[in-house]
């Protein structure tokens, strides 16, 4: 187990060969249309004390009318089971 | 008594979670002890803390409530004033602070709480690109110019998550193959992270940048280095949806047509 958070971590990238992209297809994610970037995109949330990870996600979705909606690692225990019983051995924390 | 950081992904970004939740979390606390205590042992006793532990779930949690080792990365920053004490602290994912200051307490054999927790990181988020649920709201009644500036504000893309995750940026001949849910072969590699191991977490990007697939590496970084071919990671989800990138591979129907 590593003694540092990822955050605290430089890793380096190894080239194995020189290529490059056709501009045709694909883009780059900060110039998605607005509806992409809402489709392919995350909030970074500030939660308020009182309601729960789980309905904070809901109102978000409700106000926004979205399909759907997660939330990256519960603040206070509720919903964990779902996700952590997701993760297989292969997302160990980094 | 908890608030801060709460990463949400929106629409088909909703599969890119489990990215989050592996990442480490950082968070200031504040906890009460119900006795009173040396100061020089207070802190003594938080630094043996900074190690792997042993926790086990709380009573409320829906996980299975079995012992489990987590990492305390630092805690830092910490004040006392009488019986309370407030520190920040940095962890593996899946830590319940809670538990921490809880044992805690029984080390110092004087009991403690945890009276408020506030996250201040989760992998790459942290509170300085913090949004409220009062900017969502207004995000909601917006409409032209405006939504598109606070939708620009608010919301960022998904690829933001990974900024501390294993990375393989692939060929535009391999996207489409990935999001039909194949495996990547070491051909298809461009350029990757530096110490990816066997079975570690890697994601695989564009060399535009967009997140394509969340896989396992089957190989280290310097193994996909050395090869010629051999599969170098598989493939578990895949987020970029299938028409992005144009089919390149063979298949036995357009093998004969092309003949």
Not at chain 2, 146 to 170: C, G, N, Q, T, W
Not at chain 2, 221 to 239: I, P
Request: with cysteine; net charge positive.
């Amino acid at each position: 187990m590593s003694q540092t958070p990822s955050w605290e971590r430089t890793r380096k990238e190894q080239v194995k060969i020189e290529e490059e992209t056709d501009p045709s297809y694909g883009c780059l994610p900060e110039k998605r249309t607005l509806d992409q970037h809402i489709r392919f995109g995350l909030i970074n949330l500030d939660k308020p004390s009182g309601p729960s990870s789980h309905e904070v996600v809901a109102w978000v979705k409700r106000l926004l009318r979205l399909k759907h909606a997660g939330h990256g690692g519960t603040l206070e225990a509720e919903t964990w089971a779902g996700a952590i019983q997701w993760l297989p051995a292969c997302y160990p924390s980094p | 008594m908890v608030t801060g950081v709460l990463p949400l992904a929106l629409e088909d970004a909703t599969k890119t979670i489990q990215a989050f939740l592996i990442t480490g979390k950082e968070y200031v606390c504040l906890m009460t002890l119900h006795g009173d205590v040396d100061s020089k042992q207070l802190l003594r006793t938080l630094e043996e803390f900074v190690d792997d532990i042993y926790q086990k779930p709380p009573v409320r949690a829906a996980v299975k409530r079995e012992v489990r080792k987590r990492r305390i990365y630092s805690i830092k920053d910490i004040e006392v004033d009488g019986r309370q004490v407030l520190f920040r602290v940095s962890c593996q994912a899946g830590t319940y602070i809670r538990k921490l200051v809880y044992d805690a307490g029984e080390v110092l054999q004087v009991g403690a709480h945890m009276r408020e927790l506030r996250r201040v990181r989760a992998g790459s988020f942290t509170e300085d690109t913090i949004s409220t649920l009062y900017d969502v709201l207004k995000l909601s009644q917006s409409s032209g110019a405006d939504r598109e500036e606070l939708a620009r504000r608010i919301i960022v893309p998904m690829e933001a998550a990974f900024r501390h995750i294993s990375k393989i940026y692939i060929r535009d001949s391999a996207v489409s193959a990935v999001c039909h849910g194949a495996d990547l072969a070491v051909p298809g590699v461009v350029r990757l992270t530096e110490g990816i191991r066997q079975n570690s977490a890697v994601a695989l990007f564009t060399l535009k940048g967009e997140l394509v697939a969340l896989s396992k590496a089957l190989m280290s970084t310097e193994q996909v280095l050395e090869a010629e071919k051999g599969l170098a990671a598989k493939t578990l989800r895949v987020v970029m949806p299938p028409e992005v990138y144009p089919r390149m591979w063979k298949t036995k129907e357009r093998a004969l047509m092309l003949t």
